[in-house]
Nanobody
Framework: QLQLVESGGGLVQPGGSPTLSCAAS????????IGWFRQAPGKEREGVSC????????NYADSVKGRFTISRDNAKNTFFLQMNSLKPEDTAVYYC???????????????????WGQGTQVSVSS
């Protein structure tokens, strides 16, 4: 059974560039699509980015395009979200997720994703 654990969150200043990691265990990520989601206090969880199993397709929410980069390292069974030029509105709990069919939906909906981490807090404040 696939399990996911996020790491790399914490308090960062505006303009900071942390990288989040998601470590998988119990199964290989090779054939899964993977994604990052976030949920700010009092708001709905939203899709941030996804990448297909092959790495050939990526999608980003408009709010993070040009600032965030998703990547994967199948040899390490790990994937990443590199975040650049962070803004206070990026403050949220960030979740990693995996999708069994290997896709990367354009809308980055939660619905296709089968496995979820517990989340890591990213707080952007001076």
């Amino acid at each position: 059974q696939l399990q996911l654990v996020e790491s790399g969150g914490g308090l960062v200043q505006p303009g900071g560039s942390p990288t989040l990691s998601c470590a998988a265990s119990g199964a290989a990520l090779d054939y899964y699509g993977i994604g990052w989601f976030r949920q700010a206090p009092g708001k709905e969880r939203e899709g941030v980015s996804c990448i297909s199993s092959s790495g050939g397709s990526t999608n980003y929410a408009d709010s993070v395009k040009g600032r965030f980069t998703i990547s994967r390292d199948n040899a390490k069974n790990t994937f990443f979200l590199q975040m650049n030029s962070l803004k206070p509105e990026d403050t949220a709990v960030y979740y990693c997720a995996a999708e069994r069919l290997g896709g990367c939906p354009r809308r980055i909906s939660m619905k296709p994703f089968d496995y979820w981490g517990q989340g890591t807090q990213v707080s952007v404040s001076s």
